[in-house]
């Protein structure tokens, strides 16, 4: 047979494909289920690592399900959404991308109308996932996944907030292509670890959010971190990530506090609760002590 | 009877061995005399990408051998069957279909690793070494030798991908293969990582280097 006639050709290339297709879709199908588990397994790391937890990725499933011990969905005014879609289920950055970040940029001044415009997104609003990690001693942590923009790309981290509603707990910052050394750096620990301790709000209760400053943040600032020299860009739009996402969280975390303030400055209504018994306990105890 | 054996013992003569001095010359010559990146100038965009550590660099090679094994030997086999007219499309489906079973194989086993490398794999259809020893060997040649000529080539890439990688990750970062290597009382002292060497011009450089030191050993090589 003429290999070069057009009869041939036209055979040689449709059997070709066929063969070249059908094989490809069956390695695609047969690898799905491996390849979706180490995602899946890489977002349970990082999660983690927002509290300071470094997990491999074998054990990442169960020290997720033993640490991770609820996961709630805040809709766009800030409260809890009653809703049978888990948080780890929600994909932040696809969201930001499908139409988010629109809203965002267009509403960057006017925050009712944002609250507005995240409620009717998509079908029923908008989600925003959280994690609520419980830790051994007891203490919990609430862990908000972010997504920003960074030079040249996007940029995504996990920022963790103690159970006050203030303090910031933990860090991880991540990035699809920033600049190696420059903006790239933001995934490393040195510039994560100063967000420890930082607050969000200030002693009025306003919000402020934590921001990297250009030149270095000074020591008692306790809403600024060490920017990265030659990574303005990136700097600034992890800056604007923590800023925009957590200010949707904004009304979670104050009644977080409230419910702590309240048991502080008991009204009359409110029964005296255990916990300040036994710390005016205590204080008498130490007062007796020193007299 | 006798003759039939003395017949089938000459055809055995004059059968080629498997490792005769021209098959071994296909495997050693890609290494030094036409390597494909100091020498033939070819790859060079991925060896400059991927050499910023050496598990990289090493994964990276692994990869290009099985693509370009697994891409010569079956253009080899259909090298009779493939229309002369669309024998480049026919490559170039082959040579993708190859990369996207590695790509979709690292990710499904070595997650890690496939991040890093993250585009380079895809753009391993791009690398000129595979086109051009499909095209240059493969096409008209049995498929044993084009197995050779592969593994030789691949070969020659993986060396300067991991010679580069070697020295790039030791100076650049102090590690090698990720364990840090020069102890932190040198970093006491005043020792500092050269940055530099992360960047991708460096790659350039010590490929430079590299090849200014093959040609000084290997004389052949001066043009003239």
């Known amino acids: ?291 | 009877m006798s003759t039939a054996v003395a017949e089938e013992v000459k055809e055995e003569v004059k059968k080629e061995p498997l490792f005769s001095k021209k098959n071994k010359k296909l495997i050693t010559d890609p290494l030094d005399d036409s390597n494909p990146i100091t020498v033939q100038v070819l790859g060079i965009c991925s060896a400059l990408a991927i050499t910023v550590q050496v598990k990289q660099a090493v994964v990276m090679s692994l990869s290009v051998l099985v693509v370009l094994i697994g891409s010569t030997f079956i253009t080899s086999v259909l090298r009779n069957m493939i229309p002369s007219r669309v024998r480049i499309i026919v490559q170039l489906v082959i040579v993708a279909a190859m990369v996207i079973l590695v790509d979709q194989v690292l990710k499904a086993f070595v997650y890690d690793v496939s991040k890093q490398l993250s585009v380079f794999v895809g753009l391993i259809i791009t690398n000129c070494i595979i086109m051009g020893r499909i095209e240059a060997f493969s096409l008209a040649n049995k498929p044993w030798p084009s197995f050779l000529d592969a593994v030789g080539n691949a070969a020659g890439y993986g060396l300067i991908l991991i010679v580069v990688a070697f020295f790039r990750e030791l100076l650049g970062s102090g590690k090698l293969w990720g364990f840090q290597l020069i102890p932190q009382s040198f970093y006491d002292f005043g020792y500092a990582n050269n940055g530099l060497m992360i960047l991708p011009p460096m790659a350039l450089i010590v490929v430079g280097v590299y090849i200014w030191v093959q040609r000084s050993k290997n004389t052949k090589l001066i043009e003239a």
């Not at chain 1, 609250?115 to 908008?126: D, E």
């Not at chain 1, 925003?128 to 001693?137: A, E, K, R, W």
């Open chain 1, 1 to 291: 047979m003429d290999i070069n006639s057009n009869k041939y050709t036209f055979i040689f290339s449709t059997v070709m494909v066929v063969v070249v297709g059908s094989l490809l879709a069956i390695a695609a199908v047969g690898l799905k289920p491996f390849q979706s588990e180490n995602v899946k397994r890489e977002k349970m790391q990082n999660i983690l690592s927002s509290v300071g937890i470094t997990v491999t990725a074998e054990e990442a499933g169960d020290k997720f399900n033993q640490y991770i011990t609820d996961q709630i969905i805040i809709n766009g005014n800030g409260e809890v959404k009653e809703t049978d879609l888990k948080a780890f289920d929600v994909d932040v950055l696809k969201d930001y991308k499908s139409g988010m970040s629109n809203i965002y940029s267009a509403n960057k001044d006017d925050e009712a109308a944002m609250r507005k415009a995240l409620m009717s997104f998509g079908k029923g609003g908008a989600n925003f996932p959280l994690f609520v990690y419980s830790g051994d001693d007891g203490s919990k942590k609430y862990i908000v996944p972010m997504v920003g923009k960074g030079l040249w790309g996007p940029i995504w981290g996990y920022v963790a907030i103690n159970s006050d509603g203030n303090t910031v707990a933990g860090a991880t910052f991540d990035h699809k292509t920033e600049t190696p050394g420059l903006g790239a750096e933001i995934k490393e620990g040195w510039f994560s670890e100063p967000f420890i301790g930082k607050k969000l709000f200030d002693e009025n209760g306003n919000y402020v959010s934590v921001s990297v400053v250009k030149g270095g943040a000074p020591e008692d600032d306790m809403h600024g971190v060490d920017a990265i020299s030659g990574g303005t860009i990136t700097s600034n739009g992890v800056s604007e990530m923590v800023y925009r996402t957590l200010k949707i969280y904004e009304p979670y975390f104050k009644s977080l506090n409230n419910s702590v303030a309240k048991v502080e400055e008991p009204e009359v209504e409110i029964p005296v609760s255990d916990s300040l018994t036994t710390d005016s306990l205590v204080v008498d105890t130490l007062n007796n002590q020193i007299n």
